[in-house]
């Protein structure tokens, strides 16, 4: 027992004194496997999970400070006792495939004895996406079974020659085709986006406002934009440009 808690006390000791040292590459702390690959997955499934087995091969405890994914995707628990010689911990790494369609490649960074050492590991896959409900990416029901992320196109107080843009995300929730007009009023050929738009049925997609401002302005400004679906006026859009702050 004496010379468990001297060994212990050497690794605290020894965390205390290197913490503020350039951490270095532990090659005693080893993985059972470097990369987990989940293969395919589908995003509806939801998450998934792994865990990894280290086994401490060096002479003294290991203590796992904390554990990072540097992405909010993924989360990992830990063992926090300190890890005797010999001995085994595991870190359980989770991803979460909502709304992250495709390859991802996530790497897992083990911070040891209060950051003097460190491994690392990775998760890897391909996540097969799902139709989301519309009202999660396209919130404002415009009419006609147009769907859009915007209803309001707020420019910030831009000064002459300086530029802004927004990426418009619209959705056709019907089993027809739909052609998309849009009229200013008053007209501003500033202001660049798509005269009309199609979709095909089912069909989601997205087009860029953009604006470069010719001139300071120095008092806000609005327009309307109608919208057409298949020629009936539905819901229409606002722009709105703010003067700078002084």
């Known amino acids: 027992m004496m010379k468990l808690l001297l060994m212990v006390l050497a690794t605290v000791w020894s965390t205390m004194t290197w913490a503020q040292a350039e951490p270095t590459?532990?090659?005693?702390?080893?993985?059972?496997?470097?990369?987990?690959?989940?293969?395919?997955?589908?995003?509806?499934?939801?998450?998934?999970?792994?865990?990894?087995?280290?086994?401490?091969?060096?002479?003294?405890?290991?203590?796992?400070?904390?554990?990072?994914?540097?992405?909010?995707?993924?989360?990992a628990e830990f063992t926090k006792t300190p890890v005797l010689p010999g001995k085994k911990a595991e870190v359980k790494v989770t991803y979460n495939p909502f709304s992250r369609p495709g390859k991802f490649s996530k790497e897992i960074v083990l911070n040891l004895n209060g950051g003097r050492n460190y491994t690392r590991v990775w998760v890897k896959g391909n996540v097969v996406p799902y139709r989301h409900s519309v009202t999660e990416d396209y919130p404002y029901a415009f009419g006609s079974g147009l769907y859009m992320g915007y209803k309001v196109y707020a420019f910030p107080g831009l000064r002459a020659g300086e530029s802004y843009q927004i990426e418009q995300r619209l959705s056709n929730e019907t089993d027809k085709p739909m052609t998309i007009t849009f009229e200013r009023v008053p007209n501003n050929t500033v202001l660049k986006m798509p005269a009309s738009i199609?979709?095909?049925?089912?069909?989601?997609?997205?087009?860029?406002?953009?604006?470069?401002?010719?001139?300071?302005?120095?008092?806000?400004?609005?327009?309307?934009?109608?919208?057409?679906?298949?020629?009936?006026?539905?819901?229409p859009l606002r722009v709105d440009w703010y003067a700078p702050s002084r």
Do not use: Q
Request: positive net charge; glycine residues 4%; proline residues 3%.
């Open 25 to 75: 590459y532990s090659t005693t702390f080893k993985y059972d496997k470097r990369v987990h690959d989940f293969g395919t997955i589908l995003e509806k499934n939801g998450k998934v999970s792994h865990v990894f087995t280290f086994t401490n091969t060096s002479a003294l405890p290991v203590v796992i400070s904390d554990v990072n994914a540097w992405c909010g995707c993924t989360t």
């Open 198 to 235: 199609k979709l095909k049925p089912r069909e989601r997609t997205t087009f860029k406002v953009s604006y470069r401002a010719p001139r300071t302005h120095t008092r806000a400004r609005t327009i309307t934009i109608k919208v057409r679906v298949n020629g009936k006026e539905v819901m």
